[in-house]
């Protein structure tokens, strides 16, 4: 049949296996994706795209990021006055800005649930295909996850308004509570003894070039090893079950389409699973490339739609002189809040210091246990990439208890916590705040 | 059909009728082109919908980095202008001079109700007739506590009659008895030199407070019954005539810090 579309346009439409994978090979961008997948780990099942889509937050993020980076002032006097001019004159400023508050906030939701489901199934377990070492990406991911709070937790200074002031004074004193470093860890933070233009500057390199850049870095190496570990979990699972029934054909010599590298013993070709299933993947062009097209439409669709119908808030300007009553932290660390203020309390003449305890400690071993994790589970490697592997059971009801807690404490934070962090009801409405005229 | 390694393209799901995966994500890309779509078509709409009518026009003070869009709505060549301000603008001319200064409101907003600052968040309002009548003062009145954060050093200018009356009472009363006010006097009570500084949230409003909760009425009640805002004060209950306890609340909270470069202070 004759291709009827124009010349300038250019197009691909494999007509081979072998072509289609050569051309993963031969272009940049596609080269991120592996040649073939098998239908498990593409399904939605398997991983629910999390990860996809965490990534593509990050890139909304950095698109509309690179857009406000035009007009934001980092400067004490001209910060507040550049958002104010953002939500009143540019272009489609206020829809910018929404729409990046709304993909901050979705992207530390969507990361911690790629977490859960990576956990729940299994998914980090050391026990994998010959020159596989999932634990090495859980760590990768730990990493991200900590940047995800840190982006998170910088941009909020920015507006340099009272959300943001007081944000980050709280923040400050969090670290100031850890032993010895503790001060130290404040001046660094704070390039100073309190939040000024050394913080804004330091918090604005962060956000906008060193966090994002590491980010970026990160996540490379995060897709780097999900190729080199032989793909998602699932597929070692696939690859069992295809042993088992013995369909598969002898490794063929001479195919292109092969991971890249090699490990010692034994090159990759022969045991990359991917190989032994051909009849249980697609070529990744067009079906990888065409859902994670879909994927990141998705995503920013949703973006743009809640960036419309969600306004960024802007608190008066900052004012170091008025201490906001009650002071909240954004709600993926109100749980943390809330730990610090149920920690904090006098037994006869010692205070316990909740500070250390709730906002320092506790996230510390909480990370901690995470990154041996893979190393105190000892479930057999068939639980590796199943959902609720009966052999896990103990340990997933475990980890979901503690992740219930965390949510149950960020809405007691969120909805029934008032002036002086005392128990308020929802439907309980303080009157409005005083005002000079 | 070339078939590069011996496999029938289509049994590998790649092409043809074969790609089990073209209808579900052709279908999820559809949705989300619509709604991307959707949301573009959204947002131009409301950008066209907020815009001033009359286009966007604004005065900015280079030397205060102050900008005020209020002229997009005022225009400050109309004769309603000109007639309400008469000679003020000599003295204070609208392009050095902008209009927060003597209005309040938020110069950068371009709609209404943010411009006016009827809008949470936003600390210093539009002093308009609303504001003042539930004060029981009138705009004008209102509007002197702005022009004497810059005037405060003079003891008579002309516009100013409530304030001029506010200033003599300070005089009358003898406050600098108790109070200091920018070094000068005593310091048995509060320091008052940046008194309208104070911030609203910082005020005590006892139980059962009527009316408006404002700095501006906490000020009129304290002066009219002290005691009765704060138990036991040692500050004087004096029986002030008419509106004198308005006057002398809109003087305190005249004394507002105000960082200008000398040309924006009378002589
Ligand atoms: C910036 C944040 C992150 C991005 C952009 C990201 C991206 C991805 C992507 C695209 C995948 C492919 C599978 C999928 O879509 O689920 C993946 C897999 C994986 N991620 Fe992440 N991730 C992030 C954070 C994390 C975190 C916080 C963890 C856990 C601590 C983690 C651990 C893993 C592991 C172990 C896999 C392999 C899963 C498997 O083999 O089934 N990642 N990641």
Redesign the interface.
């Known amino acids: 049949m004759k291709d009827r579309r124009p010349e300038f346009v250019r197009h691909f ?8 994978s050569d051309a993963i090979v031969r272009n940049f961008l596609l080269h991120a994706f592996p040649a073939r997948i098998t239908r498990a780990a ?1 399904g939605w099942r398997a991983s629910g795209w999390l990860g996809t889509i965490a990534l593509h937050l990050f890139l909304v993020l950095s698109l509309t990021g690179a857009v406000l980076l035009f007009h934001y002032i980092p400067s004490v ?2 910060a507040y ?1 550049s958002v ?2 953002l939500e ?2 540019v ?2 400023g206020t ?1 910018l800005r929404a729409t990046h508050r709304v993909a901050a906030h979705l992207m530390v939701a969507v990361v911690v649930a790629h977490l859960v489901r990576v956990f729940l199934t299994g998914a980090y377990k050391k026990e994998g295909a010959p020159g596989a070492f999932r634990p090495l990406n859980w760590w990768i991911g730990i990493a991200l996850l900590l940047l995800t709070f840190l982006l998170s937790f910088t941009g909020y200074l920015l507006p340099w ?2 959300l943001a002031y007081w944000a980050v004074t709280v923040g400050a004193q969090i670290a100031a509570s850890a032993p010895l470093v503790g001060e130290a860890l404040r001046e660094l933070l704070l390039g100073g003894s309190s939040v000024g233009q050394p913080t804004l500057l330091r918090f604005y390199v962060l956000h906008c070039f060193l966090l994002p850049g590491l980010t970026a870095a990160l996540v490379a190496w995060h897709m780097w090893r999900l190729r080199k570990d032989g793909g998602l979990a699932v597929t070692d699972r696939v690859a069992d079950a295809a042993r088992e029934g013995a369909r598969v054909a002898p490794p063929a010599p ?2 292109t389409y092969t991971l890249m590298g090699s490990t010692p013993g034994a090159t990759v070709q022969a045991h990359a699973p991917s190989l032994l299933l ?1 009849r249980e993947s ?2 990744a062009i ?2 990888v490339v ?2 994670s ?3 990141f ?2 995503v ?3 973006c ?2 809640l ?2 119908l969600l306004p960024a808030p ?3 300007p900052a ?1 170091p ?2 201490t906001p ?1 009650p002071a909240k932290a954004p709600w993926y660390f109100l749980w943390l809040q809330e730990l610090v203020s149920l920690l904090t309390f006098r037994v006869g003449g010692f205070v316990v210091d909740g500070a250390f305890l709730g906002g320092i400690l506790l996230p510390g071993v909480l990370v901690g246990l995470l990154a041996a994790w893979p190393f105190l589970d000892r479930s057999p490697r068939e639980a590796a990439g199943v959902w609720f592997h009966p052999s896990r059971r103990r340990q997933n009801r475990v980890f979901l208890a503690l992740l219930l807690a965390a949510v149950a404490l960020m809405l007691v934070g969120t909805f029934f916590r008032g002036p002086y962090w005392a128990w308020v009801w929802p439907w309980e409405t303080a ?7 | 059909m070339a078939v590069g390694d011996g496999a029938p393209a289509a049994e590998l799901g790649v092409t043809g009728d074969r790609d089990e995966f073209r209808r579900p994500d052709g279908r999820l890309l559809a949705a989300a082109g619509a709604a991307l779509l959707l949301a573009l078509l959204l947002a131009v709409l409301r950008e066209a919908a907020t815009a001033p009518s009359e286009g966007l026009d604004q005065i900015w003070i280079e030397p205060l980095s102050r900008v005020d869009r209020c002229v997009s709505c005022h225009r400050a060549d109309a004769p309603a202008f000109l007639e309400a301000h008469g000679d003020l603008l000599d003295a204070h001319p609208p392009e050095e001079f902008g209009c927060t200064l003597c209005h309040g409101g938020q110069g950068p907003a371009t709609r209404q109700a943010d411009a006016h600052g009827d809008v949470p968040f936003w600390e210093e309002p539009l002093l308009d007739t609303r504001r003042a009548r539930i004060h029981g003062v009138s705009r004008a009145q209102l509007m002197e506590m702005r022009c004497n954060a810059c005037h405060r050093a003079q003891a008579e200018v002309r516009g100013m009659p409530t304030l001029n009356a506010a200033k003599q009472q300070v005089e009358r009363k003898r406050c600098l008895r108790c109070h200091s006010i920018g070094g000068e006097g005593a310091f048995d009570a509060p320091d008052l030199t940046y008194e309208g500084d104070k911030h609203p949230t910082h005020y005590a409003f006892p139980d059962g407070w009527r009316g408006p909760r404002t700095a501006l009425a906490w000020h009129v009640r304290h002066f009219t019954d002290p005691a009765a805002v704060v138990p036991g004060s040692a500050m004087p209950t004096w029986i002030l005539p008419e509106g004198q306890a308005e006057a002398l609340a809109l003087l305190v909270l005249s004394w507002r810090r105000l960082d200008l470069p000398p040309r924006y202070w009378p002589r």
């Not at chain 1, 007509?15 to 289609?20: D, G, K, S, V, Y």
């Not at chain 1, 009157?431 to 000079?436: A, E, F, I």
């Open positions: 439409t494999p007509r081979t296996p072998r072509e289609a593409l006097e001209r006055a104010k001019d009143f004159i272009s489609f829809w308004d009272q001479g195919k051909e697609v070529t067009p079906a065409r859902r097209l879909a994927v439409c998705a920013l669709a949703v743009s739609l960036g419309l802007l608190e008066e004012n002189a008025v009553n009157p409005p705040p005083p005002s000079w005229v």
